[in-house]
């Protein structure tokens, strides 16, 4: 929410709605980045680590929102960005003005291919190898001042840190631990898989003769990484008492036993992306049931008793859920609440996105101006220059941008959905008088109070927090149903994750209807439980044996 008109949502506008995040039953507040950045990346491009962004207010505000937070008994973690820095950071500035200066190997420097002499500097064929940035172009840049290129994996105004250099792990600790003596309550840890990059920097094999190559084996996972999750564990996260979740893409779930091993001493938990994988193929086919369910009961499997799950659907990457897996039309609050049980109550730490809780929907886009996201921008220019139709980009970029999670928070059916009383950041979804928080607080059977009651019985029940996790229906593709056991307790959850009727036969479990705990539907007192028919959408819990 902004507190002061500049239509940019603000530290105080959080500190406002606390008793309303409090309300939802929440137990932890992660913001992204809000230092001190000049938002080429919205914030993930930081330019001071001990400054906060002029637009999201000072620091003096931050130490009252922490305050306010603790005083609720609800914890504050930040966003640690740390495998790169904006080109405005004091580190890169120094580093670029000379090849000899004392941080200049504090960032990923290399030579062109054409050696020293810069005649060709700056084109792809003599830039240091063939990478892709992972916002699409090259993943170098030519800095006319030394005549050498440096690396950025994301934007250009993001250089990658030179996490070899043991000045930069000990500048990164000291920024932590001042962080950490502020008394904030832990870090997720921005893009962690892909501080290490495979020596020497090879080319990627280019079959195709493209100018530049995904280049993920190179930089996402890569052996050693650890090294330096350890080096961080060890000097700071160590000495406190707080909460680490960190961005892996590319880990999989054997191999997040070595990240959140309870006897690693390493992280608390980390954002798996396989089952974001099942639509960036194809962002407008229907959900894969069975899919899921072997990447979520994968993960689920293999980390019970040995680590702890983070869960999932959605975050400030990736659209809204319910307008890719659910039903924005008929069956918007049902597939809504469906999706949510199905996750909510697995083993591991529920994650909900800002405005996730009310069923927020991927919104409109008209033209390129709509868009704020770099990776947007980019793949634009990048196909008008192939010749793609305008029309054709933004269809596709407004099914699959980031900026769909990034739209002004709906709060009621004022002017700007009551975010602010100037102009938007960025252009507020038009379903607004529809869909926002006023409304669904005056509505008993809303996605808001859904959710209000399935924290409170996630909350009241120790299975549901500790249980064993077991998958049944395996094979069903419409039907997400599983059970949580813990001693002689159990507990069934049964979601319908599409848009027809289902049935549920199982000889694994038998329901009565005075055990039922949840529902996202009227359930009839007199229907037959044996083989429970369910609606579009819907989804039930119940206490069994």
Not at 309 to 332: C, M, T
Not at 352 to 373: K, V
Request: charged share 25%; glycine share 8%; with cysteine.
């Amino acid at each position: 929410m902004d507190t002061n008109g500049d239509g940019i949502g603000d530290l105080n506008g959080i500190a406002a709605r606390l008793d309303y995040l409090k309300a939802l039953g929440i137990d932890v507040i992660w913001i992204c980045p809000m230092y001190k950045s000049p938002n080429d990346d919205n914030g993930y491009d930081i330019a001071d680590y001990h400054a906060i962004m002029d637009e999201f207010g000072t620091m003096a505000d931050f130490d009252r929102l922490l305050a306010e937070v603790h005083a609720r008994g609800m914890r504050l973690i930040l966003d640690l960005v740390v495998n790169h820095t904006s080109d405005e950071h004091a580190w890169f500035v120094e580093s670029r003005s000379s090849k000899d200066n004392p941080k200049r190997d504090w960032y990923v420097w290399r030579d062109g291919k054409g050696g020293e002499t810069g005649k060709s500097g700056g084109t792809s064929g003599d830039e240091p190898n063939n990478w892709e940035s992972i916002f699409r172009g090259s993943a170098w840049k030519f800095d006319e001042t030394t005549g050498q290129y440096f690396l950025h994996l994301f934007s250009t105004k993001q250089p990658d840190l030179n996490w070899e250099n043991p000045e930069v792990r000990t500048a990164v600790n000291d920024m932590v631990r001042w962080w950490l003596d502020k008394g904030i309550d832990g870090f997720r840890l921005d893009a962690v898989s892909h501080m290490k990059k495979v020596a020497g920097l090879p080319d990627m094999p280019n079959p195709e003769g493209l100018d530049h190559v995904s280049c993920l084996p190179m930089h996402m996972n890569v052996d050693g990484v650890l090294d330096y999750m350890d080096d961080l564990c060890q000097n700071s996260f160590a000495g406190y008492d707080i909460m680490t979740v960190g961005e892996a893409n590319g880990v999989s779930a054997e191999q997040a036993v070595d990240w959140v091993g309870a006897d690693r001493d390493r992280l608390n938990m980390i954002f798996q992306f396989e089952h974001l994988h099942l639509w960036a193929q194809d962002p407008k086919a229907a959900l894969d049931v069975v899919g899921l369910k072997k990447i979520f009961s994968r993960w689920q499997g293999t980390l019970h008793g040995v680590g702890w799950n983070a869960l999932f659907l959605e975050n400030h990457d990736i659209p809204r859920i319910v307008s890719k897996w659910g039903d924005v039309g008929q069956y918007w609050r049902e597939s809504a609440t469906a999706l949510a049980t199905m996750y909510f109550l697995m083993e591991g730490t529920p994650f909900i996105y800002q405005g996730q809780e009310i069923g927020m929907t991927n919104t409109r886009f008209a033209a390129i101006e709509d868009f704020n996201d770099v990776f947007a921008k980019n793949e634009y220019a990048l196909q008008r220059a192939q010749g793609v139709p305008a029309s054709d980009i933004i269809a596709s970029l407004a099914v699959s941008s980031r900026d769909n999670s990034r739209t002004p928070m709906q709060w009621d059916a004022s002017a700007n959905a009551g975010f602010t009383n100037g102009t938007p950041w960025l252009k507020v979804n038009p379903n607004f008088p529809q869909i926002n928080v006023a409304q669904q607080e005056a509505d008993p059977d809303s996605i808001l109070n859904f959710y209000r009651r399935l924290i409170a019985l996630r909350k009241a029940e120790p299975v549901l927090v500790h249980g064993r996790y077991a998958l049944l229906m395996e094979s069903d593709p419409q039907v997400y149903a599983y059970t949580r056991t813990l001693g002689g307790e159990q507990i069934v959850v049964i979601a319908n994750l599409t848009g027809r009727e289902a049935r549920v036969e199982h000889d694994g479990f038998a329901v009565r209807h005075e055990d039922l705990l949840l529902a996202n539907y009227a359930v009839d007192a007199h229907e037959e439980t044996r083989r429970l028919t369910l609606r579009p959408f819907e989804a039930r819990v119940y206490r069994v044996g």
